[in-house]
């Protein structure tokens, strides 16, 4: 028994052994120039080789390279059939406009970038080259498995006049929204390097512990990721006023320090305008906000009203998803939109209630699957932005008690997409699609539908506890589609790999339809490619109704219903039929819409 137990022991071991993933700690310093927009960094990464293989490269991401006319983001915002609106301006007339791209247009002093003017290994000079937005550095002393190294790196950098995300003076004139600002490793894991070109999509990156210095114009306010460690050195509404403040300034500056631990980005904004706010969410994170003073009166009691919005929020995702784990969040007025970092958000802030609501859920929202489960989502951005989008969707639904069915949008879009016949699969890598339309629906709609539907195949109860559970087993993991669907299968007890092979995997579409019974003889057809489970509602001449519930063969189970149970559907077969056992009135398949069936008119039969 005991030589049993050992070697399942060892199985175990041996199960657990074969996840690893790379740990990257940061210490930085860096002086801004408010003036120039330019600025000098120190950097120092530990970087913890986890892998069972012994390193000769590492590479680096230099973002801010991006915004040069002619880089490779500039040449795909040229050649991409519909481009993000943002990045284009009209250098023509209204009656005969020109579209550019804006990074085409920038000058010297608007482009950005970053230049490495030192990088060493354990004091030993590096070979390096630059190519674009990725850094390839040759290693004096291959890295083994199990073992640390030092990188120490010298580097200047200028912010780029705000085109994507990152940049100075944005259209609501916010200074700096200083996002990918940094030199950053690229991520290394089972699948080897993801030392991809930066394009304007998304990102992926490895854990680690940041330790930030700021030194800035003593005017500018500054929130974003991390810890504040110097609260009553700098003020700006920071400082415990049970303690004096002593601002540290030094010709004109002061310095900001930060810590963030177990983070994958850091990110922050400042300005001279910054209005700050905190609040303390119940059984929460503090949480501050940072927005223009200069915004009209009704914008900024939007901003003002955030607070309680926050404590509802965070109370949601805890009880759907889990639990935040870190002390801090901030939503800060910058960047272009909206767009997630590490416990922080940088959102556009002129707007309406209702929208400035919507943005902060979805953002916040990425905490749980980008930040804390951080899938690569670069390849699989579905998986985080579909997620977000299905959980603040609900949210929302219930704080504002929509009449209007958000998901009976979703389902619309994706309709359209399909019948424009631009779908890709979601396989496709985020920076392949051929539209940005397409990525767009697919990644966001589409990527959501996928835990709606989930819910109709599943149930309600079984799809809660897959979130559950997915957060609980996964967090700080870098967990991959798979990873998912097999937390689904154990908490709803059926096979699920064909859901994602044909959701996400393919473009195959559902639609079914119902023939013209023959007396009392029900047959269904399956017309599209994607099989599902029916759920079917009958009504008879008498005005009676029945619920009947046809599972799908390969799920090798069923959902919890109360529905009459008939037998399976074979998937490869494409009709169905049973008889009933009273003349049929009426025949609705799915009568509450919660499959994609792209063609709902053939979904229901009434006795003329």
């Given amino acids: 028994m005991n030589k049993i137990l050992l070697f399942l022991g060892l199985l175990s071991f041996s199960a657990n052994a074969q996840y690893w993933q790379q740990k990257t700690d940061y210490k930085m310093s860096i002086d801004m120039d408010v003036t120039t927009y330019q600025y000098k960094g120190n950097q120092e990464i530990t970087y913890k080789n986890n892998s069972p293989e012994t390193l000769t490269k590492v590479y680096y991401h230099l973002y801010n390279n991006a915004f040069q006319p002619g880089s490779a983001m500039d040449v795909k915002i040229q050649n991409m059939k519909d481009p993000d609106h943002r990045v284009m301006v009209n250098v023509g007339t209204e009656e005969a406009p020109v579209n550019k791209s804006r990074i085409s247009l920038l000058t010297p002093e608007e482009q950005g970038y970053l230049k490495v003017i030192s990088l060493t290994q354990g004091g030993k000079a590096l ?4 190519e674009g937005t990725i850094l ?11 073992r640390k190294t030092r990188l120490k790196m010298k580097f200047e950098g200028q912010v780029p006049l705000q085109v994507r995300r990152s940049g100075r003076n944005n259209k609501e004139g916010v200074a700096l929204s200083m996002t990918q600002w940094y030199p950053k490793l690229a991520a290394y894991d089972d699948e080897g390097w993801h030392a991809n070109p930066y394009l304007g999509a998304e990102f992926y990156a490895d854990w680690g512990d940041y330790e930030i210095d700021i030194t800035i114009d003593k005017a500018y306010t500054i929130g974003g990721s991390g810890y504040l460690q110097n609260p009553n050195e700098v003020g700006h509404g920071y400082e415990d006023s049970a303690k004096k403040l002593k601002q540290k300034v030094v010709d004109g500056k002061i310095t900001w320090e930060f810590k963030a631990p ?18 303390k969410v119940a059984n929460g994170p503090e949480v501050h906000f940072l927005y223009k003073k200069s915004l009209s009166e009704a914008k900024k009691e939007s901003w003002e009203k955030l607070p309680k919005v926050m404590d509802e929020l965070f109370s949601f995702y805890k009880e759907q998803v889990g639990a935040y784990p870190y002390k801090q969040y901030t939503v800060v007025q910058g960047g272009d939109g909206g767009m997630e970092y590490a416990m922080c958000t940088l959102i556009t802030g002129d707007r309406e209630y209702r929208s400035l609501v919507g943005v902060v859920a979805h953002e916040l929202a990425h905490s749980w699957f980008q930040f804390l ?23 929302e639904n219930l704080l504002f008690n929509d009449e209007k069915d958000a998901f009976k949008k979703m389902y619309a879009s994706y309709a359209k997409l399909v019948s424009y016949g631009i779908e890709q699969p979601l396989t496709t890598h985020g920076d392949a699609f051929d539209y940005n339309y397409g990525y767009g629906v697919s990644s966001y709609n589409k990527g959501a539908l996928f835990l709606h539907q989930l819910e109709y195949v599943i149930g309600k109860e079984a799809l809660k506890n897959t979130l559950r559970n997915y957060f609980k087993e996964f967090s700080f993991k870098h967990p991959k589609p798979e990873d998912f669907i097999r937390i689904a299968e154990k908490n709803s007890g059926m096979e699920l790999d064909w859901y994602l092979n044909f959701w996400i995997e393919t473009t195959a579409t559902i639609d079914y339809e119902v023939f013209a019974p023959l007396t009392n003889t029900i047959t269904l057809h399956r017309k599209g490619k994607m099989p599902m489970p029916i759920e079917l509602t009958i009504t008879y001449t008498d005005d009676s109704q029945e619920e009947f519930y046809i599972p799908l063969d390969i799920m090798r189970g069923e959902k919890k219903q109360k529905a009459t149970v008939l037998r399976d559907w074979s998937w490869i077969k494409p009709t169905y039929s049973f008889t009933a056992t009273k003349s049929i009135k ?20 009434s006795q003329k």
């Fill in 586 to 605: 009426k025949i609705e398949i799915d009568k509450n819409h919660r499959m994609a069936d792209v063609n709902v008119e053939n979904n229901v039969w």
């Fill in 127 to 130: 070979d390096y080259h630059v």
């Fill in 262 to 279: 177990n983070v994958h980005d850091f990110s922050w904004a400042a300005d001279a305008d910054y209005k700050h706010l905190k609040h």
């Fill in 373 to 395: 489960l951080a899938s690569n989502e670069t390849k699989h951005a579905w998986l985080d932005e579909g997620f977000t989008t299905y959980i603040s969707t609900v949210i």
């Fill in 136 to 146: 390839e550095v040759e290693l004096a002393k291959p890295l083994k498995s199990g």
